[in-house]
T-cell receptor, first 113, second 114 residues
Framework: DGGITQSPKYLFRKEGQNVTLSCEQN?????MYWYRQDPGQGLRLIYY???????QKGDIAEGYSVSREKKESFPLTVTSAQKNPTAFYLC????????????FGPGTRLLVL | SQKIEQNSEALNIQEGKTATLTCNYT??????LQWYRQDPGRGPVFLLL?????KEKRKERLKVTFDTTLKQSLFHITASQPADSATYLC?????????????FGAGTRLAVHP
């Protein structure tokens, strides 16, 4: 079964804590993306990576960090610097560049305690 | 400024009718436009892509049109069913913030009533 998996489904963060959201794909896609979705707003791009060991900031990268050490994996860390982290986080991948069809994971909902 | 807009109000229709959703954009010149379906608490799922030189695209009960003069795409679901109830997102390829990327609208929620 090919696809994108995200874990956990729900994540609770305490104030001052860093948390990491997992994203794994077995589609052999080069490009991967992290989006944030808030009610009534379009998906906003946090970070993207077009190739292993390379990633770029999106529109709202402040307070977030990523790594891309393996083609299959693109974890997102929400740091304590992100003051409003409560949102639905979506990971996506595409064959190559950002302009093509993207395939999304099931999402992680992050809540602040 | 650059904008992509979808009707924020939910669209309520009766089963069997045709649902029509609108996506308008300003200050973009997309080479193509995509439509995705998103169910509550799930990730979006790709439905259709239409290119700038295509007027219309069909897939089963779905039809998408793309008018680059009006800067608008229409998404139609014919013979709608309650199972079609979801939020539908449009996305276009655009250059913004210094790089090319997919830019998503906020989505329109469709509710099909039996």
């Amino acid at each position: 079964d090919g696809g994108i998996t995200q874990s956990p489904k729900y994540l609770f963060r305490k104030e001052g804590q860093n948390v990491t959201l997992s994203c794994e794909q077995n589609l052999n896609h080069d490009a991967m993306y992290w989006y944030r979705q808030d009610p009534g707003q379009g998906l906003r791009l946090i970070y993207y990576s077009h190739i292993v060991n390379d990633f770029q900031k999106g529109d709202i990268a402040e307070g977030y960090s990523v790594s891309r050490e393996k083609k299959e994996s693109f974890p997102l860390t929400v740091t304590s610097a992100q003051k409003n982290p409560t949102a639905f986080y979506l990971c996506a991948s595409s064959i190559s560049v950002a302009r093509e069809t993207q395939y999304f994971g099931p999402g992680t909902r992050l809540l602040v305690l | 400024s650059q904008k992509i807009e979808q009707n924020s109000e939910a669209l309520n229709i009766q089963e069997g009718k045709t649902a029509t959703l609108t996506c308008n954009y300003t200050n973009y010149s997309p080479a193509y436009l995509q439509w995705y379906r998103q169910d509550p608490g799930r990730g979006p799922v790709f439905l259709l892509l239409i290119r700038e030189n295509e007027k219309e695209k069909r897939k089963e009960r779905l039809k998408v049109t793309f008018d680059t003069t009006l800067k608008q795409s229409l998404f139609h679901i014919t013979a709608s069913q309650p199972a079609d109830s979801a939020t539908y997102l449009c996305a276009l390829d655009g250059f913004s913030g210094g790089y090319n990327k997919l830019i998503f609208g906020a989505g329109t929620r469709l509710a099909v009533h039996p």
